[in-house]
């Protein structure tokens, strides 16, 4: 378990990595060989008990073949490396455990075991392993030696093959030192603990009414809390300290646990079963935090996150969900605490001040890698580069094609189109003048920018532009008659159309994503390394000017994210409204659009689905019909190419507060045509086909504000009535206000109203004197 990542394996042949464990829909997978009997990852290699009875090496995170560690002469059973990488120890189905230094390659075989080697452990201070057999025994080989310096007996039920065992006997040493060693015995839920050196029995674990053997255990980072998985599939974990269980779960299915592993931050417990099905187990805060702290006493027994099991399989849906594991908390005396005994006012302070005192180390998130808005993943076969409000860019790397095929929405555009990928594209933009693309960086070529005119008159359609070896182009925008390219050295180049370099932008920071609208370039990138999953980013909105093609900001600051899912979020997509206005959606699946300096959450998309394993692909956005255009993905984030995915329109619905009432409907239909106004005008100015636009909208806030005004009335509140009257532009509706209060025989209400018409006129004039002398454009777009 890498971090933030879930390494798997199966017997289908494909290793899958899940990203945030279970909860990731569209984990990548990478095809190893006929079959896979065991994984391992360690600093920048993953190691896989593949075909021809060998671990073989892959680099990380790229996947890429890195060697053969060792070969024996029956399946690999289980493969385990030292906390520094410097050894690897591999059992196998031949009776052997090779354990290989990684600095020489010298490989010493341990020989003993008359059956099967199911499980191994290795010490962490490199002295001992421990294994298990088919043979009934579990024995302490020495490193040095390489003799078996203690054995027990009876401990696995025998038999003659790996997949017949029973039980997977998996021990675990506690970290850091090794001081204790966990093996699952014969008895139904129990787990000795033996002392290291003496190997004399130290503690026994017990499950309670527990009627299956314990299969597989392991130590949390800290070595205070051990959990376990029988093979009944239920889950277990002890405070070691005080020989109780804490917590434990139950599959209704009883599907033998077959691996289960810590995260490094202790807040997951990620496991996998015998039906190939990966879960979380989402451990509470307050139970984390004293298992994250070294030497520190557990306050209590807190509840486990319920886990969700996960089909590790690759079938159309993506990702089967079962039923939800119930979770049963065994109370302990007095308010939920451990401790037996009571302690007087003195001890209490000081343990209170030891608590405060503690340090408490936050983890650092993972930068988010740069990404191409709206494509999909560049592993899969058949993907899409770019989906947008023009045109789609597929691509095709199978073995019979590798293509790019372009289609146009509207063909007076251009026509479909197919290019043969030599080059390997990988990145694609697209507008109403330009196809660019870009390629990665490979050994015997530097990257390079190709670019594809829809509109040439003079016979040159194509130009290209190769970067210095040193840099490598992570994404590629287009705009009207313009291209831009950014690279890894944090620049931003700027092309015209016919290939003219016109522009570089340093950006302060690591970029991830850019975006362009007719002559308008966002650009988001880090400004810092957040923590606890959350990513500090900002933004960059430029405006590349007609004929010089120079780049001038416009606004920057943070780029707002949400954390509705409770945990740190990444940004998803960013692209242009059909009104030129930035929009971005995060992985919470909020979408949010830019107006003025201002970032205003438009919609919850991922609220919108069914299933929370469903989401939406987005491809626009619309601000005069206030809705986005999107692709429905059941179990995933990313669309198949095939068939053609179905686009549907998603109304605009702000998060505002009691929306199952009317009032809260009327003012967030109000309000989302007030914020959506200014915009719709500026563009009615300068084209007369966005007027019944903009007309409509303003009868659609009348209507809204005439509704909540009788509302208000209805319910006695003028001092509300008046307040939407003050808001209000428009004469007439104010005047209309002051008749509907006037008909309820509520005449103090219709005067107060009457003067604020009144008001309205004489303040009328000057507003429009103002936004004819500084242009209601700049004032919307925050000035230039």
């Known amino acids: 378990m890498y971090s933030r990542y879930v390494i798997t394996c199966g017997s289908e042949g494909d290793l899958r990595i899940w990203k945030g464990g279970a909860d990731d829909v569209d984990q990548r997978d990478v095809c190893v060989g006929e079959t896979?009997?065991?994984?391992?990852?360690?600093?920048?290699?993953?190691?896989?008990?593949?075909?021809?009875?060998?671990?073989?090496?892959?680099?990380?995170?790229?996947?890429?073949?890195?060697?053969?560690?060792?070969?024996?002469?029956?399946?690999?059973?289980?493969?385990?490396?030292?906390?520094?990488?410097?050894?690897?120890?591999?059992?196998?189905?031949?009776?052997?455990?090779?354990?290989?230094?990684?600095?020489?390659?010298?490989?010493?075989?341990?020989?003993?075991?008359?059956?099967?080697?199911?499980?191994?452990?290795?010490?962490?201070?490199?002295?001992?392993?421990?294994?298990?057999?088919?043979?009934?025994?579990?024995?302490?080989?020495?490193?040095?030696?390489?003799?078996?310096?203690k054995k027990w007996d009876g401990v696995v039920a025998k038999s003659n093959s790996f997949e017949l065992s029973e039980s997977l006997c998996r021990p675990s040493f506690s970290p850091r030192?090794?001081?204790?060693?966990?093996?699952?015995?014969?008895?139904?839920?129990?787990?000795?603990?033996?002392?290291?050196?003496?190997?004399?029995?130290?503690?026994?674990?017990?499950?309670?009414?527990?009627?299956a053997v314990?299969?597989?255990?392991?130590?949390?980072?800290?070595?205070?809390?051990?959990?376990?998985?029988?093979?009944?599939?239920?889950?277990?974990?002890?405070?070691?300290?005080?020989?109780?269980?804490?917590?434990?779960?139950?599959?209704?299915?009883?599907?033998?646990?077959?691996?289960?592993?810590?995260?490094?931050?202790?807040?997951?417990?990620?496991?996998?079963?015998?039906?190939?099905?990966?879960?979380?187990?989402?451990?509470?805060?307050?139970?984390?935090?004293?298992?994250?702290?070294?030497?520190?006493?557990?306050?209590?027994?807190?509840?486990?996150?319920?886990?969700?099991?996960?089909?590790d399989d690759d079938d159309s849906e993506n990702v089967i969900s079962l039923e939800k594991i119930k979770a049963s908390t065994l109370h302990q005396n007095g308010a939920g605490d451990f401790d037996e005994g009571s302690s007087d006012d003195g001890?209490?302070?000081?343990s209170v001040d030891e608590a405060y005192s503690r340090p408490h180390h936050t983890?650092?998130?993972?930068?988010?890698?740069?990404?191409?808005?709206?494509?999909?993943?560049?592993?899969?076969?058949?993907?899409?580069?770019?989906?947008?409000?023009?045109?789609?860019?597929?691509?095709?790397?199978?073995?019979?094609?590798?293509?790019?095929?372009?289609?146009?929405?509207?063909?007076g555009v251009h026509h479909s189109f197919r290019i043969n990928n030599l080059v390997g594209h990988s990145m694609a933009a697209l507008s109403t003048s330009v196809l660019a693309m870009a390629s990665p960086k490979s050994s015997d070529s530097p990257d390079r920018l190709v670019c594809i005119l829809l509109k040439a008159w003079d016979g040159q359609k194509e130009w290209d532009c190769r970067l210095e070896e040193w840099d490598a182009a992570v994404g590629v925008a287009a705009g009207a008659n313009w291209v831009a390219l950014a690279t890894s050295s944090s620049v931003v180049r700027i092309y015209s159309a016919d290939g003219t370099q016109r522009d570089v932008v340093s950006v302060p920071g690591p970029l991830v994503t850019l975006a362009a609208s007719d002559d308008r370039l966002a650009i988001?990138?880090?400004?810092?390394?957040?923590?606890n999953g959350d990513q500090f980013m900002s933004y960059c909105l430029f405006r590349i000017h007609e004929g010089t093609r120079l780049a001038s900001c416009l606004v920057e600051g943070a780029l707002p994210m949400g954390t509705l899912s409770g945990g740190g979020c990444t940004l998803r997509w960013l692209g242009f409204t059909d009104e030129n206005s930035l929009a971005a959606l995060d992985f919470d699946g909020v979408l949010r659009v830019l107006y003025g300096r201002l970032w205003r959450?438009?919609?919850?998309?991922?609220?919108?689905?069914?299933?929370?394993?469903?989401?939406?692909?987005?491809?626009?956005?619309?601000?005069?019909?206030?809705?986005?255009?999107?692709?429905?993905?059941?179990?995933?984030?990313?669309?198949?190419?095939?068939?053609?995915?179905?686009?549907?329109?998603?109304?605009?619905?702000?998060?505002?507060?009691?929306?199952?009432?009317?009032?809260?409907?009327?003012?967030e239909e109000m309000l989302r045509n007030l914020i959506t106004l200014p915009r719709v005008e500026a563009m009615a100015a300068e084209n007369e086909d966005k007027?019944?636009?903009?007309?409509?909208?303003?009868?659609?806030?009348?209507?809204?504000?005439?509704?909540?005004?009788?509302?208000?009335?209805?319910?006695?509140l003028d001092g509300r009535a008046v307040a939407l009257c003050e808001g209000m532009h428009s004469v007439d509706v104010v005047r209309l206000a002051a008749k509907y209060a006037a008909k309820l025989g509520r005449q103090q209400l219709a005067n107060k109203i009457t003067s604020i018409a009144e008001a309205i006129v004489h303040r009328s004039s000057r507003f429009h004197n103002f936004k004819s002398s500084i242009g209601l454009k700049d004032l919307f777009l925050g000035g230039e």
């Open 524 to 531: 988001v990138f880090h400004t810092g390394q957040g923590s």
């Open 177 to 211: 030192a090794g001081t204790m060693i966990a093996v699952p015995t014969t008895t139904a839920g129990e787990v000795v603990i033996y002392e290291r050196q003496s190997w004399n029995r130290l503690k026994t674990l017990t499950a309670p009414n527990e009627t």
């Open 363 to 411: 983890p650092l998130s993972e930068l988010q890698q740069a990404f191409q808005p709206s494509s999909t993943p560049a592993h899969l076969l058949q993907r899409f580069m770019v989906w947008n409000s023009v045109g789609i860019v597929k691509q095709f790397n199978t073995e019979d094609s590798n293509e790019i095929e372009v289609e146009f929405h509207d063909t």
């Open 347 to 350: 001890d209490e302070k000081s």
């Open 36 to 149: 896979a009997t065991a994984v391992a990852q360690r600093g920048k290699n993953v190691y896989v008990g593949a075909d021809g009875h060998c671990v073989q090496a892959y680099t990380w995170p790229a996947m890429e073949t890195d060697g053969v560690m060792t070969r024996f002469t029956a399946p690999v059973t289980q493969i385990e490396v030292s906390p520094d990488g410097s050894l690897l120890a591999a059992a196998s189905s031949d009776m052997e455990i090779h354990v290989v230094n990684m600095e020489n390659m010298e490989c010493k075989r341990l020989i003993g075991h008359k059956a099967p080697v199911l499980s191994i452990a290795l010490d962490p201070k490199l002295e001992f392993l421990v294994s298990s057999s088919c043979d009934t025994t579990v024995q302490v080989w020495s490193l040095m030696t390489c003799t078996v310096v």
């Open 691 to 716: 007027e019944p636009s903009k007309m409509a909208i303003e009868k659609t806030i009348s209507i809204t504000v005439m509704k909540l005004f009788a509302l208000a009335c209805r319910s006695g």
């Open 214 to 311: 314990m299969s597989v255990v392991k130590f949390s980072p800290c070595g205070r809390l051990l959990c376990g998985g029988s093979t009944r599939g239920r889950v277990y974990i002890w405070d070691v300290t005080i020989e109780r269980v804490v917590q434990s779960s139950e599959d209704k299915n009883s599907h033998a646990i077959t691996a289960l592993d810590w995260n490094l931050d202790s807040t997951t417990i990620a496991l996998c079963n015998v039906a190939g099905q990966l879960a979380n187990l989402i451990v509470q805060d307050s139970l984390s935090r004293s298992n994250s702290e070294a030497g520190s006493d557990l306050d209590g027994g807190e509840t486990l996150g319920v886990p969700e099991f996960e089909d």
């Open 601 to 667: 959450p438009v919609v919850s998309l991922d609220q919108q689905c069914k299933s929370r394993f469903d989401h939406y692909f987005v491809v626009g956005v619309s601000e005069t019909d206030q809705n986005v255009r999107c692709i429905l993905c059941k179990g995933a984030y990313y669309p198949p190419v095939v068939p053609k995915p179905i686009v549907t329109e998603i109304k605009w619905q702000m998060p505002l507060c009691e929306m199952s009432s009317e009032k809260g409907r009327l003012e």
